[in-house]
């Protein structure tokens, strides 16, 4: 079972820039799809980005596509997102989550692992 802590998580500025990590360890980390996911005030999680086993293939929601870029480094054990031209909607903590298998998923019910999560709020 993979064990994930997410970290770089801050008060940044709208139109500021922010790279958020997930270490990964207990398992490998080759093996897990994974995915971001953030969860505002009130608001259910939902669903921003998710990258394959080996990192070819990427999915991200409408509103984060252009911003926003996931990747993965196999040697380091290590998932990232970065993110661009923040905007005051993106302030929610953002998890990262784990799936054995291939392909990563936009369901927040297909990932059995996941992170504390990390505070990202975006002033405007």
């Known amino acids: 079972q993979v064990q994930l802590a997410e970290s770089g998580g801050t008060l940044v500025q709208a139109g500021g820039s922010l790279r958020l990590s997930c270490a990964a360890s207990?398992?490998?980390?080759?093996?897990?799809?994974m995915g971001w996911f953030r969860q505002a005030p009130g608001e259910e999680r939902e669903f921003v980005a998710a990258?394959?086993?080996?990192?070819?293939?990427?999915d991200y929601r409408a509103s984060v596509k252009g911003r926003f870029t996931i990747s993965r480094d196999n040697a380091k054990n290590t998932l990232y997102l970065q993110m661009n031209s923040l905007k005051p909607e993106d302030t929610a903590v953002y998890y990262c989550?784990?799936?054995?298998?291939?392909?990563?998923?936009?369901?927040?019910?297909?990932?059995?692992?996941w992170g504390q999560g990390t505070q990202v709020t975006v002033s405007s």
């Open positions: 989550a784990a799936r054995l298998g291939r392909w990563g998923d936009r369901a927040v019910g297909a990932y059995p692992n």
């Open positions: 207990g398992g490998t980390f080759s093996s897990y799809a």
């Open positions: 990258i394959s086993w080996r990192g070819g293939v990427t």
